[in-house]
């Protein structure tokens, strides 16, 4: 009997150990629970008769709070780096709720056009899972969003120049599903 090398075990991209395997099954079975946890959350609010003590209960304290000129409030409740939403709840002026936006969207990320600053794209977008700036072009700043498209897990990634605003937006599969880091 052939015995296999620790060596020639990690050279297999088929072959995991336990202990990595059970950290990936348990991450996913977390962003899974996160899930439904948020779908539950949401189907507890009523908009016009849900308000502010309501969706804090549901979601806690918000990452942020934009304040709107008609005294309407944004309250954001991100999911990155790891989860594959960012949720804004809109409040309106009486406290009340009004309605629940999940921004990670083609839909929305079809939006963030090439001269948009760093505000206007986070206002659209929410906190990203990453921030970034490489050595090699230190006047850039790359930002990445997790977000699923349908069952694939996708990245959107917004490149920003040294006046911080958009160069360049794209998306493509999450390097994290694949053993070797990317296709």
């Known amino acids: ?11 297999n991209p088929s072959f995991l150990p336990v202990p990595v395997m059970n950290r990936m099954l348990t991450l996913l ?18 908009p016009g008769i849900s308000v502010e003590a309501d969706v804090r209960q549901q979601f806690g304290e918000p990452a942020q709070i934009t304040e709107k000129a008609d005294g ?10 790891e989860g594959s939403t960012n949720y804004f ?3 309106g002026a009486d406290g009340k709720f009004l309605a629940i936006r999940q921004a990670l969207t083609p839909v929305t990320f079809a939006k963030v056009e090439r001269g948009m600053d ?17 050595a090699m072009k230190p006047d850039e700043e790359v ?15 917004v490149t920003f120049n040294s006046e911080h605003r958009v160069q360049t937006n794209g998306t493509a599969d999450d390097p994290r599903e694949t053993l070797d880091g990317g296709k």
């Open 89 to 91: 709840v809109t409040l």
């Open 29 to 46: 079975l977390c962003s899974l629970a996160l899930a439904a946890c948020d779908r539950q959350r949401i189907d507890k609010l009523e």
């Open 118 to 134: 760093q505000s206007e794209v986070r206002r659209l977008l929410g906190r990203p899972a990453s921030m970034q700036r490489y």
């Open 72 to 81: 309407s409030r944004i309250f954001e409740y991100p999911r990155q780096p």
């Open 143 to 157: 930002w990445d969003w997790r977000f699923l498209d349908g069952q694939q897990k996708k990245v959107f990634t």
């Open 1 to 11: 009997m052939m015995r296999r090398s620790a060596r020639s075990q990690c050279a």
